[in-house]
């Protein structure tokens, strides 16, 4: 069997250490060794003593939702990267529901059952809804290879970690006094649905969020449901809070992000991005649906 080894580029390294000939590193060169150890490794645990392949394990097949702004499809494909980084060997896919490509049907049209026996789809959208419920299992279910689906990424500790460094990136500070306490809260800006499970896991999270600042939080929407954020801000003044940061829930850069953060007050963080956390965050998601026994997936009928 021949094994392709994709290799790092040297200059991701720049830790100090002695150099070789030519200007490479020794712990670059280690470096280097072990992740061609690990991904041989990888690759080896796929065939068996008698040369027949081995099942792998289920694909990952990351869900995004689409959008028009390029930064978002370049934040998703950064974050793409750091899953396989944590998890060598894993067979990890994108698909998107509309918008970019590749979209969620080519991706799973692709999928050759001889190699991949089933796919756990993981989607990057932050609580239940339309595309939840709806969109992304009937696509599923037209899949020629075996499938299912995850659960959202929300609400959990690890999206409120992201949303909290996020601000502590944007200038939020980590120690106030009592006075400064009682003048700050925050906004969290949502994308919206008219799901009310979308807004009770996203009060969640503001709920999560308000015990890790220990400030309010309230949750404001960018579409189709209310409060939106200048109505949110609006209310966090009425109750003096003068310092009042936007907090961006949103997966990856695009209008409702930029919307939200233009019109905050004080701080706006960005959006959570390709942040390590949500690298872990997808693959506890994908493990948590490995480990449930397999069931058949039945789209829900909901109204748009």
Do not use: C
């Not at 490479?24 to 060794?33: E, G, P, Y």
């Amino acid at each position: 069997m021949t094994a392709s080894l994709s290799l790092p580029d040297e200059s991701d390294h720049r830790r100090p250490g002695s150099q070789l000939p030519g200007g490479a590193h020794l712990d670059s060169t280690a470096h280097l060794m072990n992740r061609i150890g690990t991904q041989l490794a990888s690759q080896l645990s796929l065939v068996s003593l008698d040369g027949r392949r081995r099942p792998g394990p289920p694909a990952l097949v990351l869900v995004a939702h689409g959008s028009r702004d390029p930064r978002a499809l370049a934040a998703i494909r950064t974050l793409l990267d750091r899953v396989r980084e944590l998890r060598p060997g894993l067979p990890v896919h994108l698909g998107h529901i509309e918008l970019n490509e590749p979209l969620l049907t080519d991706t799973l049209a692709a999928l050759d059952a001889r190699e991949v026996p089933d796919a756990v789809l993981v989607p990057l959208l932050l609580g239940r809804g339309y595309h939840v419920k709806q969109d992304i299992p009937e696509m599923a279910a037209a899949a020629r290879v075996h499938t299912r689906v995850a659960a959202p990424l929300g609400p959990h500790p690890l999206l409120v970690e992201t949303l909290y460094e996020r601000l502590v990136e944007a200038g939020w500070r980590t120690r106030m006094s009592e006075a400064e306490r009682r003048a700050s809260g925050v906004v969290l800006a949502a994308a919206g649905s008219r799901d009310p499970q979308s807004a009770v896991d996203t009060r969640r999270t503001a709920q999560l969020l308000a015990e890790r600042l220990g400030v309010p939080v309230l949750p404001a929407y960018a579409s189709a449901a209310a409060p939106d954020v200048p109505t949110a801000l609006r209310a966090m003044a009425a109750r003096g809070r003068r310092r009042v940061a936007v907090a961006a829930y949103f997966t990856a850069p695009g209008r409702f992000a930029t919307q939200s953060a233009e019109a905050a007050p004080w701080l706006a963080s960005a959006p959570l991005g390709a942040h390590p956390a949500m690298a872990r965050l997808i693959l506890h998601r994908y493990d948590q649906t490995v480990a449930t026994p397999a069931a058949v997936v039945k789209p829900a009928r909901i109204p748009a």
